[in-house]
Nanobody
Framework: QVQLVESGGGLVQAGGSLRLSCAAS????????LGWFRQAPGKEREPVAA????????YYADSVKGRFTISRDNARNTVYLQMNSLKPEDTALYYC?????????????????WGQGTQVAVSS
């Protein structure tokens, strides 16, 4: 079992930045691929970014490419999402997810473990 706890959400003005963190409670963190997803009210959950266990491969949704960066620190059992140039359309509940696989994936059905989410609100 893997427990994931997100933090770092908040309210920010358009153009601002936030860094989300997701801490995992597992002794085998390094073998998990991690992903970030988001869900806005009335919309389906969508992928944001994902990173392989060795951090040599990443995935980004087109809507965040060039603005968001995913990274991980296996020594701290933590994955990060640096979000820059935030837009009002980035407003959503952001979830961290984990799967025991080598490659990153943008498909939420590929992930076995989910956090409770952290809210991000971007004002115009």
């Amino acid at each position: 079992q893997v427990q994931l706890v997100e933090s770092g959400g908040g309210l920010v003005q358009a153009g601002g930045s936030l860094r989300l963190s997701c801490a995992a409670s597992t002794r085998t963190f390094s073998i998990y691929t991690l992903g970030w997803f988001r869900q806005a009210p009335g919309k389906e959950r969508e992928p944001v970014a994902a990173i392989s266990w060795s951090a040599d491969r990443t995935y980004y949704a087109d809507s965040v490419k060039g603005r968001f960066t995913i990274s991980r620190d296996n020594a701290r059992n933590t994955v990060y999402l640096q979000m820059n140039s935030l837009k009002p359309e980035d407003t959503a509940l952001y979830y961290c997810a984990a799967r025991r696989a080598l490659a990153p994936s943008g498909l939420h059905n590929d992930y076995n473990y989910w956090g409770q989410g952290t809210q991000v609100a971007v004002s115009s």
